[in-house]
């Protein structure tokens, strides 16, 4: 029996060049031959098929999609939340990149119903942003390019730990929105970051990962540091004069209130190890000091 | 004393002493687990720095700021109540709330901050966008004069509707990270301000209440009817302009504050009447005590029902005023008078 069925797996006309892939949740994507057009819905994915130098087949992205400068160049079809259906069957994708946390359920039955094929992404740890970038570079043909680029990154985030490894943890309070007040919670990628530069968040104990407080919780966790995220370019939206008030928080007594560029840290692309630097230096100036001082010291000798 | 006065001072001193009880109560409780004891102590300068914070910088200012706020939103219900002579009449249902949300939301596309200033500023677009609806609506509604209950309505329920949707417009062709926490605001949500713009808020109501509780005994003869507050004396016009403009300040000024916060002012001046009956010398007062003491016990909800998160403030009215409204409705329909 298990001989016929070999025989007839033989026999059977093998598609051309087949594509097989498994996205982030692990479902299987099968394709006639391996997608030539893409069309992102997550800015994340976006930047990594860039990073992979895959952008050749990336046809379509969303408003959102602002990095690297060069993705504004692409064809855009509307938001995360509600991309224009019509824009996406109008740029013939083989696949569509999507996330299950980000995009709507609307959208999935919409693709769904037309049979255009989606590879799901998600990210909730560093290691899963790595096991990301290995897929979509599978994805885009460009599998050779993801290994150099892993570990490149790896690399990065090992000296990071390595520089902060001496000091100790300072209570972190990492605002990613101010009204209403969102933060950090177990399942966020910024919790695991701020550990990693140094930090321990104040909010990592909590469910979920973006979970909403109140003003008053968040006073009674006495951060030492306070990181706003920023989004886009002032720092209006961090709605940093909230924060100066509480001038009785031992963050604000040491003046360390930071504010980040909020998409080096929600976003799960490359520039998320950026955004781990970035961190590292909010939460541990010394060790930054501390580091140009032996560069300092190494040039004299 | 004569017999009005002396109940009004029965009243005011009633709710004064319940407005006090509440606030203490809404001093006790938040997410931060802090005794009672050590409240007291905070209050008085003693115990640790989150105590202190916690007590004087976030539950003091934002009591504060739901006293004022409903007080205020009491009052313009009051206001435009007696104006339209309608019991229907309140700032939300009149889209005169959504007018100054548009206000506010133009004022945040040219960067408006977070200053004493820029919340006058703020105010100050607000009140436009409030004097702007009021007027449509009245122009719509008007018909010789008189008001009609139901075109009223419906002309609040249209213009509110366009300035909604004129925010939905902005915050959809403007970049998303600028006016993003406008949705959240929308709900209507109270906060701890800084007591400059805590004064510069209550400076801005204390002159909206004034301009409508001083003409409290005026707005008993409109009731009568214009002509006859005519023949009595009563410069009808003006009369109307002033209130009109105070109730439509009040409500600007919440909605900078604090954002839409709606039925207040269909909810408090209702229970008021019905306890106190409609003389506006006793009634407006009454409103502005017991509309303090309604937001702040709605907003102590707000801060304590999910905690450690926060619910919305205009949320939790919604909820209580919604129901209320319809039986407003249903007992004019079954043709009681409110009035």
Known sequence: ??????????????????????????????????????????????????????????????????????ARQKRRVGGMLAPSLEAIVALRP??????????????????????????????????????????????????????????????RVRRVVEAVRPYPRPRVLYVLWPEPLIVPGREALVTELIELAGGASVTAGLPGAYPRLGLEAVVTYRPDVIVLARHGGDETSTLRATWERLAALPALRRGRVDAVEGALLHRYGPRVVDGLERLARAIHPEARAEARAQVAAGAAR | ???????????????????????????????????????????????????????????????AAALLAGAALAVAGVGFQALTRNPLADPAILGVSSGAAFGVVVAQLFGVGATVVAALGLTAFAFAGALVAAAVVYLIAANDGRLPVETLLLAGVIVGLFFSAAITVLISVVEFDRLAGVVHWMLGNLRAISPGALAVFAALLALGVWLILGRARQLNLLAL??????????????????????????????????????????????????????????????????????????????????????????????????????????????????L
């Open chain 1, 1 to 70: 029996m298990r001989r016929l069925i070999l025989g007839l797996l033989v026999l059977a006309p093998a598609p051309a060049a087949a594509f097989a892939a498994r996205d982030m949740l692990g479902h299987p994507l099968t394709l006639p031959a391996p997608p030539q057009r893409i069309v992102s819905l997550v800015p994340s994915a976006t930047e990594i098929i860039f990073a992979l130098g895959g952008e050749d087949r990336l046809v379509g992205v969303t408003d959102f999609c602002d990095w690297p400068p060069a």
């Open chain 1, 94 to 155: 083989d696949v569509v990149v999507t996330t299950d946390e980000g995009n709507s359920q609307a959208t999935f039955d919409q693709l769904a119903g037309l049979a255009i094929p989606v590879f799901v992404v998600r990210a909730h740890h560093l290691d899963d942003v790595m096991a990301l970038i290995a897929r979509l570079a599978e994805l885009t043909g460009r599998a050779p390019a993801a290994p150099p680029l892993v570990e490149r990154l790896r690399g």
């Open chain 2, 1 to 63: 004393m004569t017999e009005p006065v002396r109940r009004l001072a029965a009243v005011m001193v009633g709710l004064v002493a319940l407005t006090l009880l509440v606030a203490a109560g809404a001093l006790m409780v938040g997410s931060a687990p802090i005794s009672p004891r050590a409240v007291v102590g905070a209050l008085v300068g003693r115990g640790g720095d989150v105590e202190r914070l916690v007590v004087l910088d976030l539950r003091l200012p934002r009591i």
């Open chain 2, 225 to 338: 009817g214009e002509e006859a507050a005519q023949q009595l004396g009563v410069e009808a016009e003006r009369l109307k302009r002033r209130v009109f403009v105070g109730a439509c300040l009040l409500t600007a000024a919440v909605v900078a504050f604090a954002g839409p916060i709606g039925f207040v002012g269909l909810i408090v001046p209702h229970a008021v009447r019905l306890l106190l009956g409609p003389d506006n010398r006793l009634l407006a007062p009454a409103a502005l005590l017991a509309g303090a003491i309604f937001l702040l016990l709605a907003d102590t909800l707000a801060r304590d029902a999910i905690a450690p998160g926060e619910l919305s403030v205009g949320v939790i009215t919604s909820v209580c005023g919604a129901p209320f409204f319809v039986y407003l409705l249903r007992a004019r329909h079954r043709g009681g008078s409110l």
